[in-house]
């Protein structure tokens, strides 16, 4: 039998008595105040704090993050494009190869200066980011050496594979 010290009320609503736990911030919640997640019953301040506390990136991460991706692809892509261009049928293999890893790198950049916060959009603006960098850095090329390696097949295909190694890492 349990007694007047063991009994459990909930939290809102304090004439409840219930033999529930949230097993986050362990104070007891009756059946209505709880929810079943992934990991087990929780109350709903919880469940709506974890939701919210996903996503922590600040206003000026999404900035930062576009000026990183844009600058560094756009000294990236003309020596990455002038590389691929110049080892013709190998660019290929050195894309597959190394277009992820400098996906990779970058992303790891990005999460660093934005101090390691996740963004619902920084993705979207890193790839953006990249993709407007590497486009500046080829019209930089063209206007210097008359060269535009962006429309050589290697090097698109280097930029698909960063580009989603970016996507998969900043998600
Ligand atoms: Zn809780
Ligand atoms: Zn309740």
């Known amino acids: 039998m349990a007694s007047v010290n063991d009994a459990l009320y909930c939290v809102n609503h ?5 033999l529930l736990r949230c097993n986050r911030c362990g104070r007891p919640v009756c059946m209505d105040c709880m929810q079943l997640t992934d990991v087990g019953y ?19 991460d999404y900035p930062i993050a576009a000026l990183v991706s844009f600058g560094i692809s756009a ?19 050195i894309a597959f190869l190394v277009g992820p890893a400098a996906g990779g790198l970058l992303a790891e950049i990005i999460r660093q200066v934005v101090g390691r916060r996740r963004g619902r959009y920084l993705w979207l603006i890193a790839s953006a980011g990249t993709v407007f960098g590497v486009i500046a850095g080829n019209i930089g090329l063209l206007l210097w050496a008359g060269m535009f ?16 190694t970016v996507y998969a890492r900043l998600r």
């Open 42 to 60: 929780r109350c709903k301040d919880c469940i709506s704090q974890v939701r919210s506390s996903f996503y922590t990136a600040h206003a000026l």
């Open 149 to 164: 390696p962006l429309l050589h097949l290697p090097m698109l295909l280097f930029l698909a594979l960063a580009l989603s």
């Open 14 to 18: 304090p004439h409840r008595e219930t």
């Open 75 to 93: 000294i990236a892509a003309p020596i990455a494009g002038l590389l691929a261009a110049s080892l013709g049928f190998w660019g290929f293999w």
